[in-house]
């Protein structure tokens, strides 16, 4: 009985070898790369063997700490089952700041819809035209281009403080560590910034990267200027990593503001801005500084202002812990007006009123799109009457005709003898003719199926 039911099992293990198909082995990954060339690009690659024809590659891309990847197909080439994907991120025209770290992996798919994922490579996209000389703090990590250790340890002080400061206000603890890279070169820094910065700007945070870029000329560590963009900067790590929600985040002048109030409070110069602004009549609204601020230099400096002063009246008038409790109501996604509402019992319109009563300002005129002129109407037109522009009616064009009016039956170029609707006719009677075919070809149709 025993050798009966070993050749069974033999026989039924035969039988499944013989009726199953060998599955065929999928492609095999090498060790993939990633070359990072600043202010060009990184290029991408991946060794593949065992590719079937009519495969197809893809590449996901992750930037920081996102993880929603940029997927890309990549035409692929292969010889004798092998390939090396490649793939060039372009970042000479997009920009992209140093120290912004990027994530790939290469994804296959076989003419059989099988999906197979290869290995990921991690790369930096690093600043490395320069010999940078570098200081450990307990949170902040400070590279700079020029100067002597004494410049670094001034520089990585400042820096230290600003953040525990921040920190400590805001309850939340730092625990990964902040780049801070100090350029002395402008033109190098402008080129770190990237093709759309503007070039007055003297200090830049990426709070998804936790980098902080910088313009300070060795000379000037100890100027009052260079603190306050150390300190402002760091104030936006702090204040980000506070705040942030998948949500909603806060108005760009609260953001704003806060760091510069927490930077220098509210500075003489930038209540004199305010005040001048409103003595003349150019104060502009908090919600014209929600998203991004004016370009003109001017503008741009009075928007930093009013953003200060407006945090400044809210420590007045509630208290700094209100402004925390505003801040910590945003990091629960909050809407602006719940925001507000549960910080200090008003709304984000009625705050932004009570801030400019206290300025002394009436609420400024508005600004957006204004509504078209009215333009020719069908002369059979039976519609409610278009609604006219006062604007473009008090100031017509030199030499242009002026809308006919909407009750007047007919448009500019109008035929007067009500040629106008024959268009119409002439499609009605088109429709009419087309339709009364179909319909013969279709009886027409059943005619010949029909039995006799």
């Keep these: 009985m025993r ?39 990184i290029t991408f690659s991946q060794p593949v063997s065992g590719l079937e024809i009519g495969s197809t590659a893809e590449i996901l891309i992750e ?18 089952g092998r390939a090396t994907l490649t793939y060039v991120l372009d970042l000479a025209l997009t920009g992209e700041h140093p ?14 819809g099988i999906v197979t994922l290869g290995p990921e490579v991690a790369v930096v996209y690093a600043d490395d035209r320069f010999d940078w000389r570098t200081l450990t703090g307990d949170i902040v990590r400070l590279h700079w281009m020029e100067g002597d250790a004494t410049t670094g340890r001034r520089l990585l002080a400042i820096a230290e403080a600003a953040v525990a400061e921040a920190s400590e206000l805001f309850g939340v603890a730092q625990v990964e560590p902040i780049d801070f890279f100090v350029y002395a070169d402008p033109e190098a820094f402008a080129e770190a910034l990237g093709p759309g910065s503007r070039e007055n700007v003297g200090g830049i945070a990426s709070p998804d990267t ?13 100027d009052s200027f260079a603190g306050s963009v150390i300190r402002h900067e760091l104030t936006h790590l702090v204040f980000h990593s506070f705040v942030e929600n998948p949500y909603h985040f806060p108005p760009k002048w609260l953001d704003e503001g806060v760091a510069t109030y927490l930077a220098d409070g509210l500075t003489a110069a930038r209540r004199g801005a305010v005040e001048a602004a409103v003595r003349d009549g150019e104060l502009m609204p908090l919600d014209a500084l929600v998203r991004q601020f004016p370009t003109t230099r001017e503008r741009f400096s009075l928007a930093y202002s009013e953003s200060a002063s407006a945090i400044d009246f809210l420590v007045r008038s509630h208290g700094r812990d209100a402004m925390v409790a505003l801040a910590g109501e945003y990091a629960g996604g909050a809407s ?30 508005a600004f957006g ?23 473009a009616e008090a100031s017509p064009s030199p030499g242009a005709t002026p809308a006919p009016s909407p009750t007047s039956g007919r448009g ?17 009677l088109a429709v009419a003719l087309l339709a009364g075919g179909m319909m013969w070809r279709r009886r027409r149709g059943r005619d010949r199926g029909a039995v006799p």
Excluded: C, H
């Excluded at 200090?344 to 005129?365: Q, R, V």
């Excluded at 020719?376 to 604007?391: E, F, K």
């Design 3 to 41: 050798r009966v039911r070993l050749a069974m099992a033999l026989t039924v293990l035969l039988g499944l070898a013989t009726a199953s198909p060998a599955r065929a082995v999928g492609p095999t990954f090498a060790v993939p790369g990633a070359e990072s060339a600043f202010l060009s690009g």
């Design 63 to 80: 930037r920081g700490s996102s993880k929603a990847p940029y997927v890309v197909q990549v035409p692929l080439e292969a010889t004798a």
């Design 99 to 112: 120290n912004t770290r990027y994530r790939a992996s290469w994804r296959l798919t076989s003419p059989t």
């Design 210 to 222: 936790r980098t902080l870029l910088a313009r300070v000329a060795p000379e000037a560590v100890d």
């Design 336 to 365: 602006d007006d719940e925001a507000f509402r549960a910080a200090i019992g008003l709304s984000l319109d009625a705050f932004a009123a009570t801030w400019l009563a206290d300025l002394g300002a009436p609420a400024p005129e």
């Design 369 to 391: 799109p204004r509504p078209a002129p009215a333009g020719p109407l069908p002369s059979d037109w039976q519609g409610p009457p278009a609604t006219p522009d006062p604007i």
């Design 412 to 428: 500019d170029g109008d035929d007067p003898s009500g040629a106008a609707g024959t268009p119409v006719v002439i499609t009605a």
